[in-house]
């Protein structure tokens, strides 16, 4: 055997165990808010039940809706506040031992020194009708993901690597918050466009390798 076809061999090898092992990438319903009905899997709610603002202004690049999620005060104590996926058919299916990032679009529209926080939860859900029964007891912290984006500018932007840990989680919830650069809740105003699980980056990498060994070796 050529030595280029030992090397192909082994890429496609390597291929084989990190897409097998580490990356998969979980439906997310109507992540552009641009389904008949735009709730379609979202839920936006404040404890206090009157600090937020929400609305439905151009998607990213110009297209179809955006969600325009404004909190207008700093989180009181013991209060809660966001906009997520626990709803209906809206909790990305995953099991034990998954590896997921997540992508969005987002722009900022107030000058303030806040931060765009995306936190990772584990559900179970118990009937596997798409709704996160029972918080499984793993999330992500506040401060794993803090995004300082762009004012006025829509961007893309990825997540962390997020391990699934729980024994019993077949579902995630995707939390969209604001905060400070210590992690506290705190008052802002972005928009959220284009939210889908996207594939690990070091597995594209090795498909990428992968190809482009096949590629030479056509060549040859």
């Known amino acids: 055997m ?8 082994l890429m ?31 839920r936006y709610y404040d404890t206090t039940g009157s600090k937020t603002a929400f609305g439905w202004p151009a998607g990213y690049e110009g297209t179809l809706r955006s969600a325009n999620y404004v909190q207008t005060a700093p989180a009181l104590a013991g209060e809660d506040y966001g906009l997520d996926r626990f709803a209906v058919d809206g909790c990305p299916a995953v099991s034990t031992g998954d590896v997921v990032q997540l992508g969005f679009a987002a722009i900022k529209y107030a000058d303030d020194a806040s931060k765009l926080s995306v936190m990772i939860a584990e ?14 007891g793993v999330q992500s912290g506040p401060t794993d993901n803090l995004f300082d984006i762009g004012l006025g500018v829509w961007g893309e932007y990825t997540t962390a690597e997020y391990t699934v840990q729980g024994a019993n989680t077949n579902c995630l919830n ?3 918050q604001y905060r400070n ?34 590629i030479k070796r056509r060549k040859a």
């Open 12 to 42: 496609l090898a390597a291929v084989s165990v990190a897409t097998a092992a580490v990356t998969v990438v979980p439906e997310l319903i109507n992540g552009g808010f641009d389904a008949a009905n735009e709730w379609q899997g979202w």
């Open 123 to 136: 559900y179970i859900d118990n009937n596997a009708d798409g709704h996160p029964d029972v918080f499984a």
């Open 181 to 214: 650069a210590s992690g506290a809740l705190v008052a802002g105003n972005y928009g959220i466009d284009s939210v889908q699980f996207v594939p690990e980056p070091a597995t594209m990498a090795m498909l990428g390798l992968g190809a482009i060994g096949m």
């Open 174 to 176: 995707i939390l969209f």
């Open 2 to 9: 050529s030595t280029k076809t030992n090397l192909m061999v």
